[in-house]
């Protein structure tokens, strides 16, 4: 064997390593991605469901009942291509999409959660956060059209400005019920000034008069409990008059 030979057997030998290293590393990569791809989606897939099974039912509409479970589809069937095998992701599949088919006939089984709370109406906000995430990247992956993903964006915020008007409202008719008009009006007060601060308040001019109205309400009882309050310090300003002149008088026949 000449040393020509050898060399270029060497030199074949090493080729053959880096091409053999150069495969693992795009199959470790390749698993890397899907492993990486299989968490994404299944921490999409998690807050879809819990969107879709805690969006208060007052809230949740029929339109975006198909929404999320158009988004829940996508997700299950991108997990298919990952896991070809899988029986309860076909099943899944099957599952929505003959929801998918019904379109907004589609039932809306969530009950009815009132926002009575601070710490509802945020759990609700988180909700409606998580859902403009999932629209956004269901956009960003071409699932969604952009004119679609633009109206629920806009849908979103509406139903935030609902949120917003069942929380004040709650609060302030709570406060009502306790014999607290101050509060009630307190909470109608803020719920006025959120309506006149959006963008279109002339969408929300109904529930703008409603809350005014109940201010008006809220504002006129705390002015009567006041009044009340003003007549008892007369009458006792009156009293304190009267005891000063007995005094007087006293003094008067003492020293006389």
């Not at 302030?172 to 007060?189: I, V």
């Given at each position: 064997?000449?040393p020509?030979?050898?060399t270029?057997?060497?030199?074949?030998?090493?080729?053959?390593?880096?091409?053999?290293?150069?495969?693992?590393?795009?199959?470790?990569?390749?698993?890397?991605?899907?492993?990486?791809?299989?968490?994404?989606?299944?921490?999409?897939?998690?807050?879809?469901?819990?969107?879709?099974?805690?969006?208060?039912?007052q809230?949740?509409?029929?339109?975006?009942?198909?929404l999320?479970?158009?988004?829940?589809?996508?997700?299950?069937?991108?997990?298919?291509?990952?896991?070809?095998?899988?029986?309860?992701?076909?099943?899944?599949?099957?599952?929505?999409?003959?929801?998918?088919?019904?379109g907004?006939?589609?039932?809306?089984?969530?009950?009815?959660?009132?926002i009575?709370?601070?710490?509802?109406?945020?759990d609700?906000?988180?909700?409606?956060?998580?859902?403009?995430?999932?629209?956004?990247?269901?956009?960003?992956?071409?699932?969604?059209?952009?004119?679609?993903?633009?109206?629920w964006?806009?849908?979103?915020?509406?139903i935030?400005?609902?949120?917003?008007?069942?929380?004040?409202?709650?609060?302030?008719?709570?406060?009502?019920?306790?014999?607290?008009?101050?509060?009630?009006?307190?909470?109608?007060?803020?719920?006025?000034q959120?309506?006149?601060?959006?963008?279109?308040?002339?969408?929300?001019?109904?529930?703008?008069?409603?809350?005014?109205?109940?201010l008006?309400?809220?504002?006129?009882?705390?002015?009567?409990?006041?009044?009340?309050?003003?007549?008892?310090?007369?009458?006792?300003?009156?009293?304190?008059k009267?005891?000063?002149?007995?005094?007087?008088?006293?003094k008067?026949?003492?020293?006389?």
């Amino acid at each position: 064997m000449t040393p020509l030979m050898i060399t270029l057997l060497v030199i074949a030998g090493i080729v053959i390593l880096i091409a053999i290293g150069y495969m693992n590393h795009v199959v470790e990569n390749n698993k890397l991605e899907k492993t990486r791809t299989q968490i994404e989606l299944n921490d999409r897939l998690r807050r879809c469901g819990e969107i879709t099974e805690t969006f208060p039912g007052q809230l949740m509409t029929p339109a975006l009942k198909l929404l999320l479970t158009r988004l829940e589809l996508n997700v299950n069937q991108r997990l298919l291509n990952l896991n070809k095998s899988s029986a309860p992701l076909k099943a899944r599949i099957d599952e929505l999409t003959a929801l998918v088919a019904q379109g907004e006939s589609i039932p809306v089984t969530n009950p009815p959660g009132p926002i009575q709370t601070e710490a509802k109406a945020k759990d609700v906000r988180f909700l409606l956060e998580a859902l403009h995430g999932q629209v956004t990247r269901a956009a960003q992956d071409g699932f969604l059209p952009t004119n679609e993903a633009k109206h629920w964006i806009k849908e979103i915020r509406h139903i935030l400005v609902l949120l917003h008007i069942e929380f004040f409202n709650n609060l302030g008719q709570h406060a009502l019920q306790q014999g607290q008009p101050g509060q009630a009006r307190l909470a109608f007060e803020r719920g006025v000034q959120y309506l006149r601060k959006q963008a279109e308040p002339v969408l929300y001019s109904e529930q703008l008069q409603w809350l005014e109205k109940q201010l008006g309400r809220a504002n006129s009882m705390v002015l009567s409990n006041i009044k009340p309050a003003e007549d008892e310090v007369n009458e006792l300003t009156e009293g304190l008059k009267v005891a000063d002149a007995d005094a007087d008088w006293k003094k008067k026949a003492i020293y006389d």
